[in-house]
């Protein structure tokens, strides 16, 4: 597994490389709109540096993906996995699991409820669901999440 951190010219393509993932993975799922919204709000410039400000990391999945987590109340948050469809149903994800996991510390996350796909792999690699959790963007727009845990530690 080759997780890398990012450099500074990774953060100046982010968005450019996630904008399509981002399409294709909600683009059934959320109004265009929400999907605009969502996308300026964790990749543009400013953005990023707020997240970056708050202690989120940006790490590379080889060339084939992104892993964004930031740490929370003794647990990693992971934040964003997004893999190129090409990547998908390789074992990038059980991976990163495995990788964030040496860590000793629970992972959570929210993960749109539409999103199947996701849920399901979520799953399939030990998470559970928590709780739905509808979250309020503003503008009428809201997410309609599941928060999700991976029991790590003892």
């Known amino acids: 597994m080759l997780l890398t ?4 010219q990774d953060y100046e393509t982010l968005y450019d490389f996630m904008r399509p993932l981002w399409l ?12 605009e919204f969502l996308l300026d709000k964790y990749f543009s410039k400013a953005g990023l540096q707020h997240f970056r ?9 080889g060339d084939v ?8 109340n003794e647990e990693i948050y992971l934040d964003k996995l997004y893999l ?3 990547a998908r149903g390789h074992g990038y994800a059980k991976s990163v699991f495995d990788e964030l996991k040496k860590e000793g510390k629970d ?7 539409a999103n199947e796909r996701a849920v ?17 963007l503003g503008n009428g727009m809201v997410n309609c999440d599941y928060e999700m845990r991976l029991h790590v530690k003892q």
């Open 120 to 136: 399901k792999c979520y799953l399939k690699n030990g998470f559970v669901i928590e709780r739905k959790a509808d979250i309020p």
């Open 84 to 86: 190129l469809p090409i």
């Open 5 to 8: 951190d990012f450099q500074e």
């Open 53 to 61: 400000a708050l202690g989120y990391r940006y790490r590379k999945i």
């Open 65 to 72: 993906g992104v892993l964004v987590t930031v740490e929370k």
């Open 24 to 35: 294709d993975t909600y683009g059934e799922i959320l109004p265009t709109a929400q999907i």
């Open 107 to 113: 992972i959570t996350l929210n993960v749109n409820q």
